[in-house]
């Protein structure tokens, strides 16, 4: 591997159009010297010099320095014409032009795919409220058009949106839940700054409708849950569960009280080791009920128990008992 440092000269340092030019420049001298053209700026690592989006994201500033690597092939050669063109006044010819203009569009039309595709929403205003963008999961979620919205002032398009005050205070705002219409939406708004200038605002968010539903049933379910635990540990039978293993996961006070053992000695057992429960076993096994079951015990005792299957979706699940 050889390297060079390269002082950039343009007064708007490392520009896409330049960055555009450098590129085609690389995937010449790649083919050419059969090497690979990378370039290192500060302590980042190094890029490809053929790619096109991650150089512009670096926006390397006239006056500031970039090293240029070479691996393999005729490195020297290779470094050397890709210096000098970096040195040059970037003049091409119009057939270079033409291949520049299409590395550019090429990349945009990635880029934009990208932000089209995703299933965010996706609104972006300039500096003064307008709205310049919107993807489709945006039109959706917000029931607008963007042939209908662009140009207009937010505030117009939405009303209750956040974006005004980002544009007003130039601070993000993270984790906003918003109604809609009928649809909850998780909203992250955050300023577009470049060099220290606000250039607009760019709101990305999703419909969470569904998850706050599921969130609300969880609730009720875990709410039933408690209201259950209260009845079970209050009535005076002793009721235990059983899963369609056999294995018992559940049983109230009044239960261990019966058999005077320990919660902590009951559960996870399963009941066909247990004495005494072969008609529970053909219970969970046929899934037909068995009621006011005898069951005398050796200290003399006689319980009757109700042996009922838990049967879901027409599968035997278990045993309440």
């Known amino acids: 591997m050889k390297e060079r440092v390269v002082k950039i000269k343009p007064q708007k340092g490392l520009h896409a159009r330049i960055i555009a030019m450098l590129v085609h420049k ?4 790649n083919k050419k010297y059969d090497t690979k053209l990378f370039i290192r700026y500060k302590d980042r690592k190094s890029i490809s ?3 096109l989006m991650p150089l512009i994201l670096l926006k390397v500033k006239k006056g500031e320095n970039i090293i240029i690597e070479a691996y393999d092939g005729e490195e020297k050669q290779a470094l050397y014409e890709l210096e000098e063109f970096l040195n040059s006044d970037f003049h091409i010819d119009d057939e270079e032009q033409k291949q520049i203009d ?12 990208v932000i089209k595709s995703t299933a965010n929403g996706i609104v ?27 140009g207009k ?28 219409n009928d649809k909850i939406i998780f909203n992250n708004i955050t300023p577009i700054i470049i060099e220290g200038k606000l250039k607009g605002v760019v709101s990305v968010f999703e419909d969470i409708s569904s998850l706050e539903k599921i969130k609300s049933e969880l609730y009720e379910v875990e709410e039933l849950k408690e209201r259950l635990q209260l009845i079970l540990e209050n009535v005076n039978d ?23 053992e320990g919660e902590e000695n009951i ?10 429960n072969e008609a529970k076993v053909d219970a969970l096994k046929s899934g037909k009920g068995i009621a006011n079951y005898i069951d005398r015990r050796k200290e003399e005792s006689t319980l009757i128990e109700n042996v009922n299957p838990i049967i879901i979706d027409n599968k035997v699940r278990g045993l309440f008992r």
């Not at 299409?102 to 795919?113: F, M």
């Not at 559960?267 to 005494?276: V, W």
């Open 26 to 29: 690389a995937n010449e001298l």
């Open 49 to 51: 010099a053929t790619s």
């Open 102 to 113: 299409n590395i550019i569009e090429d990349n945009n039309i990635t880029w934009e795919q």
């Open 124 to 150: 972006v205003v300039d500096e003064n409220g307008n709205i310049i963008m919107t993807n489709s999961s945006a039109d959706k979620i917000l029931d607008i058009s963007y042939g209908d919205v662009v």
């Open 153 to 180: 002032e937010i505030s117009e398009v939405l009303p209750k949106s956040f974006i005004p005050t980002v544009l007003k205070e130039k601070k993000a705002k993270l984790g906003i839940k918003q109604l809609h």
């Open 238 to 260: 002793g009721i235990c569960f059983v899963n369609k293993e056999g294995i018992i996961t559940y049983v109230n006070k009044n239960y261990s009280n019966l058999f005077n």
């Open 267 to 276: 559960l996870g057992k399963n009941i066909k080791d247990l004495p005494g």
